[in-house]
């Protein structure tokens, strides 16, 4: 036994690295302020997208014996990880959704990080727990659903998703022969992560019906009818419906109240995917728009799009407590103390996951730093900088697709001569090669339509003033490159 008490002494002494004293910490963060002060300074002027030119350098590569300084490696993530592709941080992030990152949230993940608290369980930390619980009750009123609903608060809009469908599923006991005779209501605007969830829930044999859509871009509930009647006297099992509230090419809310009617209707779980939108529902000019969301059986929202936090937070809500319940609660028997005393839903008992990072603080502690107000003015702005980009973009001659309800819309060049598909993929590789903003592009009607998404909480107008002249320069780099 003393042989034994020596060799762990030993060891002790030997992994003593992995617990720096005060001064290593103070070195390490006096690092960590300086990278992340030069990061964001750089915000403003630097490039928004850069391709890739690395060639697959090495210094990521671990070899798992040297080591390095934290500044010789803060050296190399800058080089290798900040710099090529695109930079979400951006304001000039106008591409794809993005994550906007406020500072408040890289605080509140190292809190987290740092105390490690467990979010799974209520037992191993009802502090924890509590919070997350406080912070889905706040997401509940945002979207009046009544306080017995459950949520959860997921890495992002594909597991929120996959959550609600899955209880869908259970809750409409979509078993065995059944699935090949069930059908599914969506439409070719629902994000893709939809299609995902389905598949990865067991549903990929369902009949999947994509409902035509209006001149808006938005399900067609005349046609959702149809379609239901014609497979309800067909002897099939129409058992879900899924809205958008917020699409992530158009930028626009499905009929919401008229779909809720439908579902009442013909006992259909009504599920809305508002991971991109939901939080404009804050605004009281777009309340209206998603009249109907609060009738819905399930809905996802993402904090990490709307309220701009870093990547790494959604949430979901579920007004079934028994089916949420049952497709998620699992307890083994290694955790039978766990289950003593509970006062609170555990999330663990509500999701796929039980190791649990404790992602609620990210929103927690900005809300209560800042309050909702700041949001709210946050995301009024954004949407007019998307209507701003539109008028802007039209006086320069390019067509504009219809009016977006929320901060995402869609444009293109039609040239005089030649193919429009080929301009505008010429287009885009201008675009992305310039890197002053990024955008993105997309097919709808199989015509290429260039998008813009303003979510970054740092896009303002002169960075929309920015992307005028950049799209002067590339429309004048596209007509040499196919003259």
């Excluded at 509930?221 to 149809?226: E, G, V």
């Excluded at 109907?292 to 979901?316: C, M, N, Q, T, W």
């Excluded at 006086?395 to 193919?419: A, C, N, Q, T, W």
Aim: with cysteine; proline share 4%.
């Amino acid at each position: 036994m003393v042989e034994l008490r020596d060799k762990l002494l030993e060891l002790e002494k030997r992994t003593a690295l992995l617990e720096p004293d005060a001064k290593s910490r103070q070195i390490l963060l006096k690092h960590l302020e300086a990278y992340s002060d030069d990061f964001i300074s750089g915000l403003e002027n630097g490039l928004s997208f850069k391709p890739d030119q690395t060639n697959n350098r090495q210094d990521l590569q671990i070899d798992g014996k040297s080591t390095h300084s934290f500044e010789d490696i803060l050296k190399i993530y800058r080089e290798e990880v900040d710099q090529p592709g695109l930079n979400p941080a951006s304001g000039g992030h106008l591409g794809y959704i993005p994550g906007g990152g406020i500072f408040a949230t890289a605080v509140s993940d190292f809190i987290a990080a740092v105390s490690n608290r467990y979010a799974g369980l209520y037992f191993g930390s009802p502090g924890a727990v509590r919070l997350e619980n406080r912070v889905i009750d706040w997401m509940k009123k945002v979207c009046f659903y009544p306080d017995s609903s459950l949520g959860n608060l997921t890495s992002g809009g594909s597991i929120a998703n996959l959550i609600a469908i899955t209880a869908a599923r259970d809750h409409h006991q979509i078993l065995g022969a059944k699935v090949e005779k069930s059908v599914i209501y969506l439409s070719e605007q629902t994000h893709h992560c939809v299609h995902k969830a389905v598949r990865i829930a067991g549903l990929s044999q369902c009949i999947l019906r994509n409902v035509p859509l209006d001149e808006q871009y938005k399900i067609d509930t005349l046609m959702l009818r149809q379609l239901l009647e014609d497979d309800v006297d067909n002897g099939l099992n129409p058992f879900m419906v899924v809205a958008s509230a917020g699409t992530t090419n158009i930028g626009n809310i499905d009929p919401l109240d008229d779909i809720a009617d439908i579902a009442e209707e013909f006992n259909l779980w009504f599920h809305v995917d508002a991971a991109y939108g939901g939080f404009f529902i804050l605004l009281d000019e777009l309340k209206p728009k998603f009249k109907g969301l609060e009738r819905s059986d399930s809905l996802v929202i993402d904090p990490h799009k709307g309220l701009f936090l870093a990547y790494g937070l959604g949430a979901v809500l579920i007004k079934n407590q028994k089916a949420m319940l049952n497709s998620h609660h699992y307890r083994a028997s290694y955790l039978q103390d766990a289950s003593k005393n509970d006062q609170e839903f555990s999330p663990a008992d509500l999701s796929p996951e039980l190791t649990k990072h404790f992602r609620g603080l990210r929103l927690w502690i900005p809300l209560k730093l800042y309050g909702i107000d700041v949001f709210v003015d946050a995301l009024r702005e954004k949407r007019g900088l998307c209507l701003y980009f539109l008028q802007g973009v039209r006086k320069m001659g390019f067509e504009v697709g219809p009016d977006p309800d929320l901060s995402v819309g869609i444009f293109r060049y039609v040239p005089e001569k030649g193919d429009a598909n080929e301009f505008n993929r010429e287009l885009m590789n201008q675009i992305h090669e310039d890197g002053r903003v990024f955008l993105s592009s997309t097919i709808i009607n199989e015509e290429i339509w260039i998008r813009v998404a303003v979510l970054c909480f740092r896009t303002h107008v002169s960075t929309i003033e920015k992307s005028f002249e950049m799209l002067e320069d590339c429309l004048d780099r596209t007509r040499k490159v196919l003259k």
